[in-house]
């Protein structure tokens, strides 16, 4: 019997949590959120039940699914075993992708119900999200092992939830709207290929295909500096007070901007970097919040 396996029904229960990335809960609640809440104005089940399910099962979802399927390479990770992303004993394996799938199914009856027929697409935005979820680790798909897909996938991730958010409420797409979702996917992709820089050693020894195993890190620092730049710039076409969120990407400039030229043989050291961003999540998080906040008293 594993040490796992061993465990009492709570540790075993916080292992499951952990497999989910507490620490990142917000980067996919707060998306849906802010969308539905600013569109509608109303704090109704959809906005509780749709809060709840992008907090929690949706990211057991997302990262427990990944976590069971990376395991082997997860262990050649130094990184790996913590907030960064757990190394969950197979023991563990099954009940965490039925943790997620038993959490994430009454919430997803209330959403698809909540769509009813006045608003379909958000039923086929649901779905592309999910899709997304397994897509990028299950086996015969792997969209992580497709370069520059494998950004392009895990910026969705955190994009469709403000999607949903939009198409469950009815909201009208405006260009000064596309401009915004498509700064915060150009910030999604950014954030995702600098993220893979760290990894490009251990994953090149395990056989895994990435964005920047296949640009090289310092190419994929270049790429994910100007797709940070390319979102603040966009920022620019939002309506006022929208410009000034372009200034919220210096922060994530500043703190790549030393490994633009690092090589593949010292791709780690972007790990320091790296570990600046969670911080910088929550202190960018808090600002754009009273951006919304300010956008939605500007027009009331």
Known sequence: MTAEAGASAPTRLGRILVSSRPISWINTAFPFAAAYLLTTGAVDLTFVIGTLFFLIPYNLLMYGVNDVYDYESDLRNPRKGGAEGAVLDPSLHR????????????????????????????????????????AYSVPGLRFKERPVLDSVTSSFHFVSPALYGLAVAGATMTPQLGALLVAFFCWGMASHAFGA????????????SSIATAFGARATVRVALALWAAAGVLMLATPWPGPLGAVLVLPYLVAAWPYRSVDDAHSGEAN???????????????????LLIWWAAVRA
Not at 272 to 290: K, P, Q, S
């Open 95 to 134: 009940a965490v992708v039925w943790a997620g799938i038993v959490t994430a199914a009454p919430c997803l009856v209330v959403l698809v119900w909540s769509g009813g027929t006045q608003h379909p697409w958000s039923w086929l935005v649901l779905a592309a999200s999910l899709f997304a979820v397994f």
């Open 272 to 290: 320091r970097g790296w570990r600046h961003f969670i911080a910088l999540n929550y202190a960018v998080g808090f600002f754009v919040t009273m």
């Open 197 to 208: 820089v760290q990894d490009v050693v251990p994953d090149r020894e395990a056989g895994i």
